[in-house]
């Protein structure tokens, strides 16, 4: 009898995938002789792929704080005559680094093409949204329920794609 915790060829299981770039849902395709997974096929991209645990989000937002202090490096150089790299880094407080994660995700945005929010309609990664409360956002990432969105402000998880219950 099949142990029921091993996983089977066919299993939906969560995985990062590395076409799409985000942890998703794939299908197991291939088991190694031990029974652990393989090959697993993404279920958005439909690529097969070597089968990687997803990120945890910590780790996500780790590295984009990283890539925040690579475009605060880059500023402190083009200002050339400002010789404070060290306290530029030093004053990155979370704000800061949603505001220049921001900055640079919306900088080529239009705001004519930005979807407003609404948690009825379903948005994608990379869509611009225009939320009531929160101003302009870019998706960050998307599953079935819910979107996380870099706001101003900073990330703020909103539900999408919820039915309409009430018609
Ligand atoms: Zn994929």
Not at 27 to 43: E, F, H, T, W, Y
Not at 80 to 85: E, F
Not at 113 to 124: A, E, N, P, T, V
Request: hydrophobic share 35%; proline share 6%; aromatic share 4%.
């Amino acid at each position: 009898m099949a142990d029921p915790k091993k996983p089977a060829l066919g299993d939906v299981i969560e995985v990062r995938c590395r076409f799409c770039r985000l942890n998703l849902d794939a299908n197991v395709s291939a088991l190694g002789p031990d029974g652990a997974i393989v090959k697993v096929q993404c279920r958005t991209c439909r690529h097969f792929q070597d089968f990687k645990a997803p990120k945890p989000v910590e780790d996500q937002r780790a590295a984009l704080i990283k890539k925040v202090m690579k475009i605060a490096e880059r500023h402190t150089q083009g200002t050339s005559d400002r010789k404070t790299p060290s306290s530029t880094t030093a004053s990155l407080t979370p704000e800061a680094v949603a505001k220049a994660l921001w900055d640079e995700a919306t900088k080529d945005a239009n705001p004519l093409k930005s979807k407003i929010y609404d948690k009825h309609r379903s948005f994608g990664v990379d869509d611009l949204i225009h939320h009531k409360g929160m101003g302009l956002g870019v998706v960050r990432e998307a599953d079935d329920v819910s979107v996380l969105v870099l706001f101003r402000e900073g990330f703020v998880r909103l539900p999408h794609d919820q039915p309409r219950e009430d018609e």
